[in-house]
């Protein structure tokens, strides 16, 4: 069965540091993955995705995410914070298994202090 | 203009009330998804559908009920079955295997 995992509730960084949000997933077969933000009472918004290719994506707004097929992890990263990047980011898995159904984690609300 | 929308954006509901959220996309897409979300809590699953006329149940279908009877639209009701349905409605369209693109959300809140 298809699981992500967030460990992280949340994560506290100030505004020109660096940025870290972790996830880890567990699927049968090649991996979808995909990171989701969301701000207060709005859909989410797609930020990056790997399908196949290089194992550093980069995507929206500076953030990039590196796929490790090894530690079956798919962390967020972005050099220097903003305060404008403080909202909930979810990551999500799918597989060409059981139709692309998609399983999204619990969410890790980021907040950048200035 | 290419996007998703939901109506209403607020719904409120009675005890023993049934209430439809609509959900229509103009991408061109095959597949739509609804999402239901609860404060403090990640996404999870009410039902899918990859093409016209066809859905399947998600993690959590009961309750609810959907229809797809065009390629653009993927009404969901909210039966009086769905004992606790107060939460924050997603409605989400994609081309499998690629990112999908939600809505801006239903609050539905039972009075």
């Known amino acids: 069965a298809q699981s992500v995992a967030q460990p992280e509730d949340q994560v506290n960084v100030a505004e020109g540091n660096p940025l870290t949000v972790k996830c880890t997933y567990s699927?049968?077969?090649?991996?979808?993955l995909f990171w989701y933000v969301q701000y207060p009472n709005r859909g989410l918004q797609f930020l990056l995705k790997?399908?196949?290719?290089?194992?550093l994506v980069k995507g929206s707004y500076g953030f990039e995410a590196e796929f490790n097929k090894s530690q079956t992890s798919f962390h967020l990263k972005k050099p220097s914070a903003l305060v404008s990047d403080s909202a909930l980011y979810f990551c999500a898995v799918s597989a060409n298994t059981g139709g692309f159904k998609t399983i999204f984690g619990a969410g890790t609300r980021l907040f950048v202090k200035a | 203009d290419g996007g998703i929308t939901q109506s209403p954006k607020y719904l409120f509901r009675k005890e023993g009330q049934n209430v439809t959220l609509s959900c229509e996309q103009n991408l061109n897409h095959d597949a739509m998804y609804w999402y239901r979300q609860d404060p403090g809590q990640g996404l999870r699953l009410i039902y899918y559908s990859q093409i016209v006329n066809d859905f399947q149940k998600g993690d959590i279908a009961e309750g609810y009920s959907v229809s797809r009877e065009k390629k653009e639209s993927f009404p969901l009701t909210v039966t009086s079955a769905q004992k606790n349905p107060t939460a924050f409605y997603l409605c989400a369209s994609s081309t499998p295997p690629n990112e999908q693109f939600f809505g801006p959300g239903t609050r539905l809140t039972v009075l």
């Open positions: 699927v049968s077969g090649n991996p979808y």
């Open positions: 790997y399908i196949t290719g290089d194992n």
